[in-house]
């Protein structure tokens, strides 16, 4: 099964790949993704692979949680992207994803905010019994 980190890395970073390679190596052709409740699919993906990758220099990808079950899986990362300009953009990432039988990513729906570093206060939780 394709892991999601690897999928990333790929796309943006390993040069040995075009970006169609990498989709091809880890997406179906029927993959489709809804991200903050809008969906694409997999041209939309592509297309916007392509026009990330023209403003992102380097990715970074730390994995928090991750399980797979079947076709099943489910993530937690943190995604850091390195703009050209220097910029950095931090986000935490929660995906649920279907894999297709040879186990590459079928379908994903993923939410993301901005990490705790980019947000303005900071968060804690406690909880009483």
């Known amino acids: ?6 999928a990333i ?7 040995a790949l075009t970006t169609e390679q990498a989709m ?3 997406f179906t052709p029927s993959f ?7 969906w694409i699919d997999h041209a939309g993906f592509l297309a916007a692979v392509i026009s990330l990758k023209a403003s992102v ?3 970074r990808v730390a994995v928090l949680d991750e399980l797979s079950d079947g076709s099943r899986y489910a993530e937690r990362h943190i995604i850091d992207l390195i703009k050209r300009d220097g910029q950095q953009i931090r986000q ?3 995906v ?7 186990g590459r990513f079928n379908q994903i729906e993923e939410t993301t905010s901005l990490s705790a570093r980019q947000s303005s206060g900071s ?3 406690s909880r009483s019994i």
């Open 1 to 6: 099964m394709t892991r999601l980190k690897a």
């Open 9 to 15: 890395e790929d796309l943006f970073n390993n040069t």
């Open 24 to 26: 091809d190596l880890h």
């Open 32 to 38: 489709c993704q809804r991200v903050n409740g809008s």
């Open 57 to 59: 220099s380097h990715v």
């Open 92 to 94: 935490e990432v929660y």
């Open 96 to 102: 649920f994803a279907q894999c297709s039988e040879d």
């Open 123 to 125: 968060r804690s939780c």
